[in-house]
């Protein structure tokens, strides 16, 4: 079975700090990618990082990266620099190289001023 | 590029009305996404297309639910008769995911429906 799992129902972050929102997955392929997707309370679904198995090298878009650790089926996104626009729920998405993508159920991010 | 674009951006309706959602992918996209979100099941996703023929269907809930994707550029998902359980947001998403394994999944900004 393909599931996604994000432990971490809600987190919190002082502005300007750095938080780490955790992600684990199950799979037995070899070959998939991973993304994490970003949802204000507009509720519109943004792509924040996406991240390719076969990559050693963790992505990084600005202020986000990531922690791949394939291995342990681990994905967690380390957001540096909180802003109050970071506040949203982040989803955790993987992708195996068929058509479907399976999605955590979200942590809410509370960025205080 | 427009994106995604789906209609209504919200939809109110009685029970046991007809709601006929509609969704636009991005062009050239060869796969289509219909999902469903609530706060006590979260993301779901309920049917998707493979140039405009549906290859998995099995999270449509029930025979109320039907969708359709008679071309390229256009998608309805309709639910007859509605029931208040049925309120959420629906989202359509699309993606290519030819050679382009690593193309993302491409949001609409969903369709709030209500049932009252």
């Known amino acids: 079975a393909q599931t996604v799992t994000q432990s971490q129902p809600e987190m919190s972050v002082q502005e300007a700090e750095t938080v780490t929102l955790s992600c684990t997955y199950d799979?037995?392929?070899?070959?998939?990618?991973l993304f994490w997707y970003k949802q204000p309370p507009s509720r519109q679904m943004i792509l924040v990082i996406r991240q390719e198995a076969y990559k050693q090298q963790n992505a990084t878009e600005n202020r986000f990266s990531v922690n791949f650790q394939k291995a342990a089926k681990s994905f967690s996104l380390k957001i540096s620099d909180s802003q109050l626009g970071d506040a949203a729920m982040y989803f955790c998405?993987?992708?195996?190289?068929?058509?479907?993508?399976?999605f955590g159920t979200g942590t809410s991010l509370t960025v205080i001023p | 590029d427009a994106g995604v674009i789906q209609s209504p951006r919200h939809e109110v309706t009685e029970m046991g009305q007809e709601v006929t959602l509609r969704c636009k992918p991005i062009?050239?996209?060869?796969?289509l996404f219909w999902y469903r979100q609530t706060m006590m099941r979260g993301l779901e996703l309920l049917i998707y297309f493979n140039n405009n023929v549906p290859i998995d269907d099995s999270g449509m809930p029930e025979d109320r639910f039907s969708a359709k994707m008679p071309n390229a550029s256009f998608s309805t998902l309709k639910i007859q008769p509605s029931e208040p359980r049925d309120s959420a947001v629906y989202f359509c998403?699309?993606?290519?995911?030819?050679?382009?394994?690593?193309?993302?999944?491409?949001f609409g900004n969903g369709t709030r429906l209500t049932v009252t």
């Open positions: 062009s050239g996209h060869d796969y």
């Open positions: 998405a993987y992708r195996p190289l068929g058509n479907q993508f399976y």
């Open positions: 799979t037995s392929e070899s070959d998939y990618y």
């Open positions: 998403a699309s993606s290519l995911l030819g050679l382009q394994y690593n193309s993302p999944l491409h």
